[in-house]
């Protein structure tokens, strides 16, 4: 179970908000990819899915109820609570490994910060996930 970005092109990595993206795998019959874009108005984008008994199921929504950061950029942890297409709310926890933040500067000045890291993970009660752990942040002020 892997996946991996193959796309192309110029990106404007400070256009874009604030996201978390995890790819995490339990076991062989568990694995969930939650992707969002949290909105300045506290408005969530949400997409990725939650692999499950060898089906699919994609995620309907993301709350994100708690998110630590140090210095607001580099993720400490989080907590969301999901809701996949089938209806069924999951609770993910999540605690950030040590992350390697890559800034990137847009031409009038505006910086955001990619943070990659391994992170830890429970889902529903369930520890043991491991995987990636990514967030994007604005830095303001």
């Known amino acids: 179970?892997?996946?991996?970005?193959?796309?192309?092109?110029?990106?404007?990595?400070?256009?874009?908000?604030?996201?978390?993206?995890?790819?995490?795998?339990?076991?062989?019959?568990?694995?969930?990819?939650?992707?969002?874009?949290?909105?300045?108005?506290?408005?969530?984008s949400t997409g990725g899915f939650l692999f499950r008994g060898g089906r699919n199921v994609p995620l309907r929504t993301i709350r994100v109820i708690d998110q630590r950061f140090r210095d607001r950029i580099i993720p400490v942890?989080?907590?969301?609570?999901?809701?996949?297409?089938?209806?069924?709310?999951?609770?993910?926890?999540?605690?950030?490994g040590p992350a390697v933040p890559l800034p990137f500067r847009d031409g009038s000045g505006k910086v955001s910060v990619l943070a990659q890291c391994f992170g830890s993970f429970e889902l529903d009660g369930l520890g043991g996930g491991y995987g990636s752990y990514e967030t994007l942040r604005v830095k303001r002020g």
Do not use: C, K
């Open 1 to 44: 179970m892997s996946q991996r970005d193959h796309t192309h092109g110029v990106r404007d990595w400070t256009g874009v908000g604030d996201w978390l993206y995890y790819v995490v795998w339990f076991n062989p019959g568990l694995a969930i990819n939650p992707a969002a874009i949290v909105l300045e108005d506290g408005g969530v």
């Open 77 to 96: 942890s989080s907590t969301l609570e999901i809701e996949d297409a089938e209806g069924v709310r999951h609770i993910l926890r999540a605690r950030a």
